[in-house]
């Protein structure tokens, strides 16, 4: 499976970005499906995941109630929606996918087994 993450830029803070992340084929639905952020000079984080059937999403507290993780498994595609952005969301987003992973583990970006290559995202104050 490839994953390819889009819809990254730049944006002013306050403003809104829909990212979204295509497989290469039919993704199980059964898959958790996340996103991942890097900023330079700083380790990847855990931004947001939703979990089989998109039964279970969960957020970061630094983007809970801003950004939005929702799942079209027909399209095979994941979105992120950021609204209400700030400089400090600035950085490369990945989407990242698996199967079998517990809940209590879907923050670690070691549960994951696929990787799309990043896109861009830059927040101007």
């Known amino acids: 499976v490839q994953l390819q993450a889009s819809g990254g830029g730049l944006v002013q803070a306050g403003g809104s970005l829909r990212l979204s992340c295509a497989a290469s084929?039919?993704?199980?639905?059964?898959?958790?499906m996340g996103w991942f952020r890097q900023a330079p000079g700083k380790e990847r984080e855990f931004v947001s995941a939703?979990?089989?059937?998109?039964?279970?999403?969960i957020y970061a507290d630094s983007v809970r109630g801003r950004f939005t993780i929702s799942r079209e498994n027909a399209k095979n595609t994941v979105y992120l929606q950021m609204n209400n952005l700030k400089p400090e969301d600035t950085a490369v987003y990945y989407c990242?996918?698996?199967?079998?992973?517990?809940?209590?583990?879907?923050?670690?970006?070691?549960?994951?087994?696929?990787w799309g290559q990043g896109t861009q995202v830059t927040v101007s104050s």
């Open positions: 990242a996918a698996g199967g079998g992973i517990i809940t209590s583990s879907v923050t670690r970006s070691v549960s994951y087994t696929y």
């Open positions: 084929r039919r993704t199980n639905s059964r898959w958790t």
């Open positions: 939703t979990t089989f059937n998109s039964a279970t999403t």
